[in-house]
């Protein structure tokens, strides 16, 4: 079945970096957009970064550009996430989706903590 996994999230100090990874199984990953989104407490759940299916065509929140790179490894079914200049208000549980077959479908998440 269609499935996400991340990974890489974890505790780091501000001005740190951390670089995320969502591996993906049961579709044909090269053909699909993926994207980024964030969830921070008490807030709804946001667009990070998106990528086009062969990795040429890239956009960004305003919060974050400048600091995060969003790639793919289209042989290793890959999404990517470098995240630079981490800040306090970067903490957030980070998920990967997908839109395939007309649905959504999203991974269980990783927790990224910014903190001192």
């Known amino acids: 079945q269609v499935q996400l996994v991340e990974s890489g999230g974890g505790l780091v100090q501000p001005g740190g970096s951390l670089r995320l990874s969502c591996a993906a199984s049961g579709f044909t990953f090269s053909v699909y957009g993926m994207s980024w989104h964030r969830q921070a407490p008490g807030k709804g759940r946001e667009l990070v970064a998106a990528i086009s299916s062969a990795g040429g065509g890239t956009n960004y929140a305003d919060s974050v550009k400048g600091r995060f790179t969003i790639s793919r490894d289209n042989v290793k079914n890959t999404l990517y996430l470098q995240m630079n200049s981490l800040k306090p208000e970067d903490t957030a549980v980070y998920y990967c989706?997908?839109?395939?077959?007309?649905?959504?479908?999203w991974g269980q998440g990783t927790q990224v903590t910014v903190s001192s």
């Open positions: 989706r997908a839109f395939i077959a007309g649905s959504f479908v």
